[in-house]
């Protein structure tokens, strides 16, 4: 079992930088793989980083590459998601989440655990 709790949201201008974080409880931290999504009222969650939990691999989708990254301390039991250069529509509540293993990182679906989100705003 792995609880997660998100932290770092809030309001930021166009252009500037939030760095969220994921704390998860549980012994087997380290062997979980780790994404980030995000959602906006009546859309689907959309995946924006994800991380392996052996050689750290990361992965992202076209939209935040070169904005985002993505990293982990797995002695602090902690997944980050730095976000520079943000735009209005990055606006969304975050999630992150974690699997055993996935088959494909942009599904919802692969993932077994989710925190609560938390709000990030960027105002134009």
């Known amino acids: 079992q792995v609880q997660l709790v998100e932290s770092g949201g809030g309001l930021v201008q166009a252009g500037g930088s939030l760095r969220l974080s994921c704390a998860a409880s549980?012994?087997?931290?380290?062997?979980?793989?780790m994404g980030w999504f995000r959602q906006t009222p009546g859309k689907e969650r959309e995946f924006v980083a994800g991380?392996?939990?052996?050689?750290?691999?990361?992965y992202y989708p076209s939209s935040v590459k070169g904005r985002f990254t993505i990293s982990r301390d797995n002695a602090k039991n902690t997944v980050y998601l730095q976000m520079n250069s943000l735009k209005p529509e990055d606006t969304a509540v975050y999630y992150c989440?974690?699997?055993?293993?996935?088959?494909?990182?942009?599904?919802?679906?692969?993932?077994?655990?989710w925190g609560q989100g938390t709000q990030v705003t960027v105002s134009s």
């Open positions: 989440a974690a699997a055993p293993y996935v088959s494909s990182w942009y599904r919802p679906d692969q993932y077994d655990y």
């Open positions: 549980g012994r087997t931290f380290s062997s979980y793989v």
């Open positions: 991380i392996s939990w052996s050689l750290g691999s990361t």
